[in-house]
T-cell receptor, first 110, second 116 residues
């Protein structure tokens, strides 16, 4: 039972490049979420999805794009990476009000 | 806007001690509250979920209480062990029908160190 997997686990990219972070769940949870975790800010919601083809903005959506064509996948794209997007990114899903998190992707933008 | 605060920011205790972690939130109109554990470099692991209609939840040595009217929750850890060392986060969920439903607002966590 793998749960939620994220790839890559570590990524270094340059300012201005497009980057896609992948998230896959082995369950069939309807809700999925993307968070970023930064020192001094804690965990903040970027985007979430209530079902396939239904997405909505969270607290800090600027500079990010999401899609959800299949229930099990929820990729997050940084269209033109900036240094302020250096962070640890977590994907999560929800079942019966409880959220389950992936292992995270550590992204560094140079 | 909901704000969640956790006190203390860090705590160091000897093994075997019972301890309490605190979480407070500014808007009492919550649907539930969830406690998580995060080990260094890892994701979050759900520990306990308390619905707004509940007063407490227990799992092994962990007991979480919720006082919605005062905007507070506590996580009690009995007989602490070095393996309990981690960051503990609380998060509150918004009410159905509201803009925050299904989403969690997190506190910044308490870093717990249990030394042998």
């Amino acid at each position: 039972d793998a749960g939620i997997t994220q790839s890559p686990r570590y990524k270094i990219t340059e300012t201005g490049r497009q980057v896609t972070l992948m998230c896959h769940q082995t369950w069939s949870h309807s809700y999925m979420f993307w968070y970023r975790q930064d020192l001094g800010h804690g965990l903040r919601l970027i985007y979430y999805s209530a079902a396939a083809d239904i997405t909505d903005k969270g607290e800090v959506p600027d500079g990010y794009v999401v899609s959800r064509s299949k229930t099990e996948n929820f990729p997050l794209t940084l269209e033109s990476a900036t240094r302020s997007q250096t962070s640890v990114y977590f994907c999560a899903s929800r079942r019966e009000e409880e959220q389950y998190f992936g292992p995270g992707t550590r992204l560094t933008v140079t | 806007k909901q704000e969640v605060t956790q006190i203390p920011a860090a705590l160091s205790v000897p093994e075997g001690e019972n301890l309490v972690l605190n979480c407070s939130f500014t808007d009492s109109a919550i649907y539930n509250l969830q406690w998580f554990r995060q080990d260094p470099g890892k994701g979050l692991t759900s520990l306990l979920l308390i619905q707004s209609s509940q007063r407490e939840q227990t799992s092994g040595r962990l007991n979480a209480s919720l006082d919605k009217s005062s905007g507070r929750s506590t996580l009690y850890i009995a007989a602490s062990q070095p393996g309990d060392s981690a960051t503990y986060l609380c998060a509150v969920g918004g009410l159905p029908g509201g803009t925050s439903y299904g989403k969690l607002t997190f506190g910044q966590g308490t870093i717990l160190t249990v030394h042998p």
